[in-house]
């Protein structure tokens, strides 16, 4: 076997014509449809060359200067570079960016600070909580007893008062705030008052705007939770992983929490990518590109409501939209499902009120590919032939608008 410092997509194709179809499949079909997924994203070649790097092979259990392995000198350099560089992004006093995973962070978190049997307050899933906010299908829902936050029916905000209520009443060890659908901002200094009230520790769980924190288009809860969860994949636009953003005093708990209790050996190679897409996101480009995927949000979610759609909450202040199709008289599995036919990617999603489902979508990935307002404007126009059901012709025309700004270059 010849060992080359870079694997070109060729030599996979000789090797394993099988899976490099498989893959050249995906990425034509990441270029050709719209990826409206709010929790995806393009990552740069350069978060893809880490990825694809030599450092996959690399043990490294334990973390820099104390690890159960040799040969961890560019390992250590690597997670060293990457915990600073996301200290610094952030103004968190500690990172460990270690987490496989924004769920196996929301599981080091809960290790960190709680027992089992331990009740914490966190968003019910019919609003918007995440499986690791109390799902009965999840460790979190078998292992703690969750109390459910909702949001207002009528405005789809949350509700500060009911979140204070609940506090009192049922004294909860810790409080979690985020979401996977909430397009608005949490009141992080809100959570803060309650949780201090009742004696919680307050979690935040900011895998969807994170990115937009690091670009300066959303406020951040560093200063506020006691704990902050995050993924590096969504808007962040690095590597799927977690991180735990904390102040000193929570850094040894949160460190063991994740190795050795929730985890083994690091993966390298997605730290690397971890640290190349905390440069990237340091770079003022990043801050322009965190306020477009909000102003494109907010001009797609007004051009959604110009064709009928219910927009949750009126609008966003995020790259979050979730929209309810029933005045199209369409529900959210059934609008997906016009809308996939022509090429257009995104999820179904709980409502704040009701049994019907809405459709959830996001701007991060459109933007990264270089879309803009008027972009969004033709994709409300694909929406509208989609669900008159032209799924030929929109898919067309699907093709033409993803040709003009392709993912990635040739
Ligand atoms: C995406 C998300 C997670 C989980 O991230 P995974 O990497 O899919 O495990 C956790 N919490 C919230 C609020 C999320 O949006």
């Known amino acids: 076997m010849t060992v080359t410092t870079d694997l070109p997509t060729d030599l996979l194709r000789r090797q394993d014509p099988q899976m490099a179809d498989v893959l050249a499949g995906e990425r034509q079909r990441q270029a050709t449809t719209l990826q409206l997924i709010a929790a995806e994203n393009f990552t740069s070649p350069a978060v893809l060359a880490a990825l694809g790097s030599p450092l996959a092979n690399k043990y490294a259990e334990g973390y820099p200067g104390a690890r159960h392995h040799g040969g961890c000198e560019y390992a250590d350099l690597a997670e060293r570079v990457a915990v600073e560089r996301a200290k610094a992004l952030f103004g968190a006093e500690h990172a460990n960016v270690q987490a496989h995973s924004g769920s196996s962070a929301v599981l080091a978190a809960y290790a960190a600070l709680l027992r089992p049997g331990d009740t914490v307050l966190a968003m019910g899933l019919p609003y918007g909580g995440h499986l690791t906010h109390g799902s009965p299908a999840n460790f979190s829902g078998r292992w703690f007893d969750f109390v459910g936050y909702g949001v207002d029916a009528e405005s789809g905000l949350i509700d500060y008062e009911q979140v204070q209520q609940l506090a009192h009443a049922h004294r909860p060890k810790a409080i979690v705030c985020g979401s996977i659908s909430y397009s608005r901002h949490p009141e992080y200094s809100a959570f803060r008052e309650i949780a201090d009230e009742v004696g919680a520790y307050l979690i935040a769980d900011a895998a969807h705007p994170i990115g937009l924190v690091a670009g300066a288009a959303a406020p951040s809860p560093v200063p506020y939770a006691d704990l902050v969860c995050a993924t590096t994949h969504k808007v962040l636009r690095g590597p799927r992983g977690g991180m735990i953003l904390c102040g000193r005093e929570f850094a040894e708990r949160v460190d063991r929490a994740v190795f050795p209790f929730t985890q083994g050996g690091a993966q390298m190679h997605t730290i690397a990518a971890k640290a190349v897409a905390f440069g990237e996101a340091a770079a003022p480009a990043f801050t322009t590109y965190a306020h477009r995927v909000v102003s494109n949000a907010r001009e797609l979610a007004g051009a959604l409501e110009d064709l009928g759609f ?101």
């Open 310 to 410: 219910a927009v949750t909450t009126g609008g966003t202040d995020t790259h979050l939209i979730t929209a309810d199709p029933a005045p199209l008289g369409l529900d959210g599995p059934a609008a997906r499902g016009l809308l996939a036919a022509a090429g257009i990617v995104l999820d179904t999603c709980a409502l704040p009120y009701g049994d019907q489902r809405g459709i959830r979508l996001g701007t991060a990935a459109v933007t990264t590919q270089g879309m803009g307002e008027g972009e969004m404007l033709r994709i409300a126009a694909l929406f509208a032939s989609a669900l008159r059901g032209e799924a030929a012709k929109t898919r067309a025309e699907v093709g033409e608008l993803t040709f003009e700004f392709p993912p990635y270059s040739a």
